[in-house]
């Protein structure tokens, strides 16, 4: 098994993704959130079935696994436990993989930065209603001009799910740790 410390990391970013906050991740997670998202940008009909499209893609790839409509902690954390030990430069690409997609949906004016606005409704989407924390989680970044480029959001998240190196700061992690 891996470390202790990305064990742990692992465990919250499952947490992160309890849109409903019921205990699992579900089906019900996905719908929830893409529409919330959607909606929370007044997405015309066209670009919101797209982006509900991406936003489910995204979940079956990376998050279901094919699994089926729900995946327990353990079975998450045993599959991303199964993917570090069996090659650990293709889980890495594949988490890279798993937050460009991810954030290329939620860069909704498709400026390859993430503004305050863009983080604040994806976090709203996924359940993280506290807007106090989600902005002092964003100014974590120290966005200039409001922004934060795509490719600094990605790996902090890339460095959140595989590190090992529990000395390192990880913004992602402080900012769930003070309650986001
Ligand atoms: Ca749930
Ligand atoms: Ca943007």
Do not use: Q
């Not at 529409?35 to 997405?43: D, M, R, V």
């Not at 936003?55 to 990376?62: A, Q, R, S």
């Not at 400026?111 to 305050?116: G, L, T, V």
């Amino acid at each position: 098994m891996a470390n202790d410390f990305l064990v742990s990391k692992w465990k919250i970013w499952y947490k992160s993704l309890d849109v409903n906050h019921d205990g699992v991740i579900s089906k019900e997670d996905v719908e929830e959130s893409r529409k919330k998202f959607s909606e929370l940008h007044h997405l015309e009909a066209e670009k919101k079935k797209l982006v509900e499209e991406n936003f489910e893609k995204w979940w079956n790839d990376y998050i279901f696994r094919g699994k089926g409509g729900e995946i327990s902690e353990t079975d998450f954390v045993e599959s991303l436990n199964n993917d570090l030990k069996t090659d650990k430069k293709k889980f890495v690409d594949n988490i890279n993989k798993c937050f460009n997609t991810i954030f290329d949906v939620i860069d909704t004016n498709k400026d390859r930065s993430i503004s305050e606005d863009e983080f604040l409704i994806a976090f709203k989407a996924i359940g993280h209603e506290n807007v106090a924390l989600d902005t002092k989680f964003f100014k974590a970044y120290n966005p200039t001009d409001g922004l934060v480029p795509m490719t600094e959001i990605v790996a902090s998240w890339v460095d959140f799910v595989t590190s090992d190196d529990s000395s390192k700061k990880s913004v992602v992690k402080t900012a769930f740790e003070s309650g986001v």
